[in-house]
């Protein structure tokens, strides 16, 4: 939203929860930084300044408020769904990029300079990429502070802090306490259970359709990678650094999650990729809006509130799954998935245990038993023609699939530049456009795709009494700007 003054002093004013995370409060006068949902009162105008990023607020000399935690809000629907250089540079941040690569890295995935990209980034965001991976780092260590029992020195290094003495200054700046005070502050509350067990709440802006999540990933869960269970989403991980596991269970205002990490090091990218795969960072209120002003809509809008566009943790998986899916039912792309996985994990775990003699428990625990995460491309190429189960054309699509990913053609990463991929998904053989915008929609989070050409959709089109063939649903869906791919969601389970 534009920093107008009036606008989100009104929103302030109101505690209107639906902001939180659109912008930040700071109080002059008191020197904290709020969420503008934040219950104290409202301070007077001229002690308020409004900021685009909690860093921004950090840079200006603030620190978080205690009371409405501005630092665990929700995240911004604009930087999530925006695809331009700087919506693309606050997914990566997000996804722990420069902990991993630096700015230079960060620079080079986006095609920019360094200074070119600090200069965008604090005109939009208030602040340069450091200061905004830094933020990162402390709600990340407040997190493992709060919920583990990891000494300080392990939070540090766990959290991305080049140095023990860099995590107590930053900590003391943004918190305004130092660590063994926020531990301190945790009272009776109970740690987590077991080594790299991390619970934690991810907040988002209701309404939350939580039964339809859940529905639409029930019944494409894959067995051995996650299933659902008694209300809850438990599946496995890859991340940077190692292995997981997650268990994530809808609440009233929050998404509860218990995370399982080889290595605390992932702790951020995998709370920015299961907030991702709720699409937790929607602003459910404006799409809702937008798609009732349709009669046709409405009634659907009315009863189910806070539909979201259940998207991905891995965009190489979601990719692999679209290619097997393409013309076949859910249920048989299903079955033709559970068989490739099959053959995969038993030639991982045949490999794991004939080379190395040395695995530890856990290795093998993570080979052998509960949930992991999909295959890779370089363990989909691996594999021989029988491990595939499926006419050769898919099968050499998949493998073509996979080069492009291994040589660096196609990029599947959350910053990639959602028109750029498309295109060179189009360019490999066996992608075609339904496709293509199917990973548009789940895996890049393009909010604007309808896919007119699905057989599913123009059934749920008809059932609406809407146009049900191609050129005619495109033509009357330009009244869903920008939010068809919610439309698309909603026609699925009209069908």
């Not at 949930?371 to 029988?386: I, N, Q, V």
């Not at 053989?429 to 890049?444: D, E, K, Q, S, V």
């Amino acid at each position: 939203m534009e920093m107008d003054f009036e606008r989100c002093y009104r929103a302030v004013d109101s505690r209107d929860q639906r902001f939180d995370g659109w912008f930040y409060t700071g109080v002059t006068s008191t020197g904290i930084y709020c969420r503008p949902s934040c219950p104290a009162i409202t301070p007077k105008r001229q002690n308020v300044r409004f900021f685009p990023s909690a860093a921004a607020a950090q840079g200006a000399g603030l620190r978080a408020c205690r009371r409405c935690r501005p630092d665990a809000a929700p995240g911004s629907p604009q930087w999530d769904i925006r695809a331009d250089v700087v919506g693309r540079a606050m997914r990566l941040i997000a996804d722990g990029v420069i902990d991993r690569d630096g700015v230079p890295g960060l620079a080079s995935r986006l095609g920019y300079t360094e200074r070119h990209l600090h200069r965008m980034l604090s005109a939009e965001m208030g602040a340069g990429p450091l200061a905004l991976a830094r933020a990162q780092r402390a709600q990340t260590a407040r997190i493992l502070i709060e919920t583990t029992d990891l000494g300080m020195a392990e939070v540090a290094f766990a959290a991305g802090f080049g140095s023990v003495r860099q995590f107590n200054d930053t900590l003391r700046e943004v918190y305004a306490s130092a660590p063994s005070d926020l531990r301190a502050a945790r009272g009776r509350q109970q740690a987590a259970v077991g080594a790299g067990t991390i619970t934690l709440r991810l907040a988002y802006r209701p309404p939350l359709h939580a039964r339809a999540l859940l529905d639409f990933l029930a019944v494409r869960a894959l067995p051995g990678v996650e299933e659902v269970r008694d209300g809850t989403y438990h599946r496995g991980l890859r991340l940077p650094h190692g292995t997981g596991q997650v268990a994530l269970t809808p609440a009233d205002g929050h998404v509860a999650a218990t995370l399982r990490l080889a290595d605390l090091r992932d702790l951020a990218p995998a709370v920015a990729r299961c907030r991702r795969l709720l699409d937790l960072d929607a602003d459910p209120v404006a799409i809702d809006a937008t798609l009732a002003a349709d009669p046709a809509l409405a009634p659907a809008v009315t009863a189910e509130p806070g539909i979201r566009v259940p998207r991905a943790v891995d965009a190489f998986e979601q990719a692999v799954r679209a290619i097997i899916n393409q013309q076949v039912s859910i249920t048989s792309a299903r079955t033709t998935l559970t068989r490739l996985l099959t053959a995969a994990h038993a030639r991982v775990d045949h490999e794991v245990v004939a080379t190395d003699d040395g695995v530890s428990g856990q290795q093998l625990h993570d080979q052998r038993g509960g949930l992991r995460g999909f295959l890779g491309a370089e363990e989909l190429l691996a594999l021989p023609d029988s491990g595939f189960r499926m006419p050769a054309g898919r099968r050499e699509s998949l493998r073509g699939l996979a080069r492009a990913v291994m040589d660096g053609s196609v990029d599947l990463a959350p910053g990639v530049d959602r028109g750029e991929a498309v295109r060179r998904l189009l360019a490999l053989p066996g992608i075609g456009p339904w496709t293509a915008n199917y990973l548009a929609m789940r895996a890049f989070g393009d909010p604007d795709i309808l896919l007119s050409s699905d057989l599913a959709v123009r059934r749920g089109a008809a059932a609406l009494g809407l146009p049900d063939t191609p050129t005619t649903l495109d033509r009357y869906a330009e009244r869903w700007r920008p939010w068809r791919s919610y439309a698309t969601i909603r026609l699925w389970r009209a069908a």
